[in-house]
């Protein structure tokens, strides 16, 4: 195979695997997950349903839902149709769509017209271009302009690079001054986002120096990467590496991070987004969910998911008398005592 045919069946390979580990039901990484937060019952709400109001403010503008369809794929024949089923079930549903990585596209510029397509077919929506932290500002320019990109996401995958194939994985990693310089330049709002292992503490505190407007913890609850490598042949087996996405949550309350903060890593269902959002998220998204669905399934299945999300979020509000983002911190919640030996450790 030519190079440019190598990487593109890298990328159809992450998609298989991806959607093999979620078809797999492997089991739930250790760590504290949705189970471990529990919401004092509200029996007298004193709200209307038609009172919610679940639209969120960031980046200068409003998104109409919390939520939206989290980076997956791009590259290939497979992945530019995923992205273009996407882009069409975002427009629909009026979510924001974040694409997956445009490296191959930087690298074999006539690959970008698959990513361009996702534009064509949702030109007014909120999407987000996705680019590795060891690219520079002007390929950061380029994926934005590839897609006339509202926002850019750098994602940073270090337990990912190092479980790849030697001959393929990056061995160094000096992202921060780079990720700050993009940052600082580009036109357009910058999110750091991990790739399925979480976010410290620490990793908040750097990244409150530099000019990110968000962090997106990728928590591990959601797709390992790593074990994806290992299957793809990578001989660095790391097994339960990293914070899960509550677990990240809580690190961005004890870093007061003053950043947006975005919840991804397993989000399958309004309840998911919800208790997100009561933990400090602003905005929560769904990749590999959405795709074993829509691989599995097809759009309209996705649609239909989608939809029963705003329906049962708004009924979430209600039931325990909140209509919008900033009354979600009155409602009471109950920690496991595995959450409260996580807050006494880590809240130092």
């Known amino acids: 195979m030519t190079e440019k045919e190598i990487h593109q069946h890298r ?24 189970q471990d937060l529990r919401l004092v019952p509200q029996a007298l709400p004193e709200i209307a349903l038609n009172e919610v109001d679940l639209s969120v403010p960031i980046f200068g503008g409003r998104f109409d839902f919390p939520f939206y369809i989290e980076a997956m794929t791009g590259g290939s024949a497979h992945g530019d149709k995923l992205n273009e089923q996407l882009a069409e079930i975002a427009a629909n549903q009026h979510l924001a769509l974040a694409v997956g990585s445009q490296s191959i596209a930087l690298k ?14 949702n030109p007014t929506g909120f999407i987000f271009a996705n680019i590795g932290a060891g690219h520079g500002l002007e390929q950061a320019k380029r994926a934005v302009d590839m897609l006339k990109a509202n926002a850019l996401e750098i994602h940073i ?5 190092l479980t790849m194939k030697e001959n393929e994985g990056d061995r160094s990693f000096y992202w921060l001054e780079n990720i700050h310089e993009i940052a600082e330049k580009l036109d357009v709002p910058v999110i750091v986002k991990e790739v399925g ?14 000019a990110v407007s968000a962090v997106n913890v990728g928590g591990k609850s959601g797709t390992d990467f790593a074990w994806i490598e290992h299957q793809r042949g990578g001989d660095f087996e790391l097994i339960g590496h990293g914070f899960t996405t509550v677990e990240s949550l809580l690190e961005a309350q004890f870093a007061k991070t003053q950043l947006p903060v975005i919840a991804t890593g397993g989000i399958r269902c309004a309840e998911d987004v919800f208790k997100s959002q009561i933990l400090g998220a602003i905005l929560v998204s769904s990749a590999g969910f959405i795709l074993q669905n829509l691989i599995q399934d097809g759009p309209d299945k996705v649609e239909q998911i989608l939809e029963n999300w705003k329906s049962d979020l708004t009924k979430f509000y209600t039931l325990f008398g909140v209509k919008n983002l900033t009354e979600l911190s009155k409602i009471e919640t109950l920690y496991s005592a595995d959450m409260r030996a996580f807050i006494e450790q880590r809240n130092f």
């Open 11 to 34: 990328k159809d390979e992450h998609l298989s695997l991806a959607v093999k580990y979620w078809k797999k039901g492997l089991e739930t990484p250790s760590g504290l997950g949705f």
């Open 108 to 121: 074999f510029p006539e690959l970008a017209a698959g990513f361009a397509r996702v534009r064509e077919i």
């Open 157 to 161: 995958n270090t337990a990912q690079e």
């Open 197 to 210: 292992f979480g976010i410290s503490r620490g990793i908040f505190e750097q990244l409150k120096q530099t």
